[in-house]
């Protein structure tokens, strides 16, 4: 995941085969979001399993419970806006990231306390639908069959659970960058 020690490992792994075989490799790193959630568990009241989801990217940590509510999507919005204070939403996404920011930030400053992002899929998991930084609630992802059987569960109880991964990083990520030596590179429109 973006910004996660596992990230970094498979970093230095790639820098270091490259100059296994010759090339002139380094790591650049630069300011990035950081993933930092480690699991989920989505539950509602009454119902003994847990429905089956991931933590999306970047989603914050965070143990809340609400009433589910239908959000829709962010250009076709279901509810009056001012209806999700202390619920936690069933979000479809799809819309632009410039439409679907905005929207979502608004819905958390007006109370909503978790986003369960349903998916595409029928019974996979699109963890990076909803991957945004700007959130600071906890989000998960589940499948368009899971989806589906929580949207016939609207108004009841549930409680979603982000754990983060007990030792962050944060905000970095980096690139591997390698030169085959011999090569000719032009700079500024020069051979060097």
Do not use: C
């Amino acid at each position: 995941a973006p910004g996660s020690w596992p990230e970094l490992a498979a970093a230095e792994y790639v820098a270091g085969r490259l100059r296994a075989l010759g090339y002139d490799a380094a790591i650049e790193r630069f300011a990035s979001a950081s993933h930092q959630a480690a699991s989920s568990r989505l539950t509602v009241e009454g119902v003994s399993e847990s429905f089956p989801s991931l933590p999306t990217q970047f989603a914050a940590a965070g143990d809340v419970t609400g009433e589910l509510v239908f959000l829709g999507r962010a250009a076709a919005p279901r509810l009056e806006a001012g209806a999700v204070a202390g619920r936690i939403g069933l979000f479809f996404a799809g819309d632009s990231h410039a439409v679907a920011i905005p929207y979502l930030v608004d819905l958390e400053a007006r109370g909503l306390r978790g986003l369960v992002v349903i998916s595409a899929h029928m019974d996979g998991i699109e963890t990076k639908a909803v991957r945004y930084p700007e959130l600071g609630l906890p989000v998960a992802a589940v499948s368009w069959r899971t989806g589906n059987a929580l949207l016939r569960r609207q108004g009841e109880r549930a409680r979603l659970v982000v754990t983060a991964v007990e030792a962050p990083r944060q905000g970095e990520s980096q690139n591997v960058v390698a030169t085959l030596p011999g090569a000719r590179l032009f700079h500024d429109g020069q051979l060097e």
